[in-house]
């Protein structure tokens, strides 16, 4: 037996659904693909597809976690410098120092809704 897919995409819970949407707005500098006020919006870009849904009232406690869960979002960047001034312009500014890695250097955040973000820029 085999598995066969035909895409993956990436799905966030916001409690705060509208100040995580303008956050990926502002972030990906793009527009929601689809969007339903209050309860989903969908960024597509290349090879990624993120969602953004707001849990219904029985499953709010299991997307109710606290910062740092394991899931992490990593951006590309070309230059990380720029990224990090960038996160401060759009009010996420970041407290933590550059890390170097074996991939090359990268950078914590996290949205609005305490999913962790990786920013890294390759060697």
């Known amino acids: 037996m085999t598995l066969t897919y035909t895409r993956a995409y990436i799905a966030i819970a916001a409690l705060d659904i509208t100040k995580t949407i303008d956050f990926y707005t502002k972030l990906l500098q793009l527009n929601p693909t689809k969007y339903i006020p209050n309860t989903y919006a969908e960024f597509e870009f290349s090879q990624l597809r993120l969602a953004i849904f707001q849990p219904k009232g029985d499953n709010i406690d299991e997307f ?10 990593c951006l590309e960047v070309i230059d990380l410098e ?4 960038f996160l401060a312009e759009i009010g996420y500014p970041t407290s933590c120092h550059i890390i170097t890695a074996s991939h090359g250097q990268e950078i914590y955040a996290c949205d609005p809704s305490g999913n962790r973000l990786i920013l890294y820029q390759k060697n």
Do not use: D, F
């Open 82 to 85: 720029n990224a990090i001034a």
């Open 64 to 73: 109710n976690r606290p910062q740092g869960s394991s899931m992490s979002l």
